[in-house]
């Protein structure tokens, strides 16, 4: 496991061939398989490279789908 900084885990972005990378609750998930997350976007509401914890609640899913990801690491302030 590896530890990102929030400056870090922006170069996770999704675009250009990069991995697409969430941070939740203080845990890095590989999404870059998702079909939801096509080049780096969720829903054209999100972009990976970003903590979402403060989104969740908003979503129509609970924090149970990132199960679904590989863990990556940790996001350290």
């Known amino acids: 496991m590896r530890s990102f900084t929030r400056d870090e885990l922006k170069a996770y972005d999704g675009r250009e061939g990069r ?16 079909m939801l997350w096509q080049n780096g976007f969720h829903q ?28 990556v690491g940790d996001l350290i302030d």
């Not at 054209?44 to 863990?71: E, I, N, T």
């Open 44 to 71: 054209g509401l999100h972009q990976a490279g970003q903590d979402l914890s403060p989104f969740l609640k908003q979503a129509p899913h609970g924090a149970g789908l990132l199960s679904k990801f590989h863990l």
């Open 19 to 34: 991995p697409a990378y969430i941070a939740f609750m203080g845990k890095v998930y590989d999404v870059s398989g998702s």
